[in-house]
């Protein structure tokens, strides 16, 4: 759970700890990439150039995030998600497995993105996506 993550490492914090990252040895960060504090980034992760990650965030394996793009506090990126350039997501936003998004897209805070979506427009603050998707 995202905020009791947060909850967590405010109160570390606030106690004069350090909040580490886990950063998986074969994921490539940018050296251009800014982090946050307790974040996760994956196996086979990639962040691109200028790219933001804010705390707590949590970008899971194989997932790509291209340049200048931010990614807010919380916020989950789940396996094989593909982020394109200029993307904007909110704060304790959850893209499922395998979410696509078309480049200078901005997703607002508390959205849910069901996994296989693809997102081409912007998507308002606190908005779970309807899945386009058809159960057989």
Do not use: W
Not at 25 to 40: D, E, T
Not at 77 to 87: E, K, L, N, P, T
Not at 94 to 118: A, F, H
Request: charged content about 20%; some cysteine; hydrophobic content about 40%.
């Amino acid at each position: 759970d995202a905020a009791a993550k947060a909850s967590i490492g405010e109160r570390l914090r606030s106690r004069g700890c350090s909040v580490l990252n886990l950063i998986h040895p074969s994921a490539q960060v940018s050296v251009s990439a800014r982090l946050g504090s307790g974040i996760y980034v994956g196996p086979f992760v990639y962040l691109g150039p200028d790219v933001v990650v804010d705390d707590y965030a949590q970008i899971n394996n194989s997932a790509s995030v291209a340049h200048h793009s931010s990614v807010g506090k919380c916020v989950m990126i789940s396996d094989g998600c593909h982020i394109g350039g200029a993307v904007r997501i909110g704060a304790n936003s959850v893209l499922g497995i395998g979410v696509i998004v078309n480049r200078d897209i901005e997703i607002g805070d508390n959205v849910l993105i069901p996994s296989g979506e693809k997102i081409f427009a912007n998507v308002e603050p606190s908005t779970h996506v309807k899945s386009t998707k058809r159960v057989r």
